[in-house]
């Protein structure tokens, strides 16, 4: 078979790789560079963009380079997981890939659709939601099996493609967290299954980090200490997360209404991940927490809170996004005080405008007198052991690190020779082409 890697090689961002048997064909993942993405529509959530910009701005995977002969055998398209960087780029690219069905897990299908219908898009393709644990055949020569994952967004999974060559399993994004707050739990036994496995795709981004990643529940003691410690406070507290990670809402809703706060949501973003988990029966928001989805609804809410000191808000903008509720509200459409509280439950993710974005944020938060609370997180992506276990797990003939730069690609590479000295660990770059 032959890997064609169409984007997030030697990046972070817009990850897609094709597996070509020859016959037949599957791309998993589809995904956005969310800061290229971000840039055109200087929002958070998913809007519509032409094809034709996305791909001038390198937004999206280049499928423009693909020859029509393959672009014609692929037969499926699937999304490992609901974020953006993952699935975002089906709406816009799908209907380019006319013989392909898309599947995905229900929250990732959810999401996906739930996308299509607020945007006013349709695509040409089938969509189907299949549950982790079953192999299905996507043509006459290749099957697939969603194995599920833990990660920071529910219903994540590993993607094992089945060809007449071997087996490849896509492990992009992933964390081995042992007691999960929401969701199930890693299948290892059926990852065991795979081993020995002919091509292992990992991420990567956290080869350098030492350890094991810390499990979700430990993020949720550090807002308990932080949110519980401020009851019987008359501040206002406004928290910010991931929108799609549901596990974190969660933690956040389930703490402050130990302080008897009331819960409102605001956002776009937030709203879209909420209703879909609430949906699928994945998160049920209690019906006492008022969610606020467009601008005009958040500015009334806003304008009309007289006593913001009994809320506690979760709203989006994590990184200090300009459009965000949280810029806004901290340019003038809140009035903060002096000691009222900002929780960030997420780190900075570690490029330019992010780092300027929240440097920009939390300058003027602080000119306000408002008191920051940082980094109330844990990763959702693996630290070294967890990268070394799934090695050892599968017995891959060939690894490839996924999702980073060269730097990270290179660490776990050495990482793949200290743990497995046999096995080709192999370098890949956006559209050089590998034979397995
Ligand atoms: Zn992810």
């Not at 890939?97 to 393709?125: H, Q, R, V, W």
């Amino acid at each position: 078979m032959k890997l064609i890697p169409i984007g997030g090689y030697g990046e972070i961002g817009r990850n897609s790789l094709l597996i070509d048997t020859g016959n037949e064909a599957v791309i998993v993942d589809l995904g956005l560079n969310m800061e290229k993405y971000i840039e055109l529509t200087e929002d958070e959530s998913i809007e519509y963009v032409s094809k034709k910009v996305l791909l001038e701005r390198d937004a999206v995977p280049r499928i423009d380079n693909l020859p029509e002969s393959i672009i014609e055998r692929v037969k499926a398209i699937i999304p490992s997981h609901a974020h953006l960087d993952h699935v975002g780029a089906i709406p816009f690219l799908a209907s380019r890939f006319k013989n392909a069905t898309i599947y995905g897990t229900p929250f990732t299908i959810g999401l996906l659709n739930s996308i299509l219908e607020d945007e006013g898009l349709a695509l040409p393709n089938g969509i189907y939601s299949v549950n982790p644990g079953k192999e299905f055949s996507v043509g006459k020569e290749i099957s697939v099996e969603l194995i599920s994952v833990t990660h920071s967004t529910p219903d994540s999974s590993m993607v094992a493609v089945h060809t007449p060559s071997g087996s490849l399993l896509y492990a992009n994004d992933y964390k081995l967290d042992n007691a999960p707050l929401l969701g199930r739990k890693t299948q290892i036994s059926r990852i065991k299954k795979l081993s020995p496995l002919k091509v292992l795709v990992s991420e990567s981004l956290y080869a350098t980090t030492p350890g094991k990643t810390p499990s979700e529940r430990i993020a949720r003691e550090l807002l308990r200490d932080v949110i519980l410690g401020l009851k019987g406070n008359e501040r206002a507290i406004v928290s910010t997360t991931f929108s799609s990670h549901i596990a974190r809402i969660k933690s956040i809703v389930e703490l402050a209404r130990q302080t008897g706060r009331r819960i409102a949501v605001l956002g776009r973003s937030m709203h879209r991940y909420l209703s879909v988990a609430n949906d699928l029966g994945i998160y049920e928001l209690p019906g006492d927490i008022a969610i606020y989805r467009y601008k005009r609804e958040i500015n009334r809410f806003l304008s009309r809170l007289k006593n913001p000191e009994e809320y506690l808000l979760v709203v989006t903008g994590n990184q200090g996004e300009p459009k965000s509720v949280l810029s806004r509200m901290t340019d003038g459409l809140f009035k903060f005080n002096k000691n009222d509280m900002v929780l960030f439950s997420c780190k900075v993710i570690p490029s330019e405008p992010n780092i300027t974005n929240r440097a920009i944020l939390e300058e003027k938060l602080r000119s306000m007198g408002v008191r920051i609370f940082t980094d109330l997180h844990v990763s959702g992506h693996s630290y070294r052991e967890d990268l070394r276990e799934l090695m050892l797990y599968t017995n891959p003939e060939i690894l490839i690190p996924s999702h980073a730069d060269r730097i990270r690609q290179l660490a776990y590479k050495e990482l793949a020779h200290e743990t497995l000295p046999e096995s080709r660990v192999e370098i890949l770059e956006n559209f050089r082409v590998l034979n397995v």
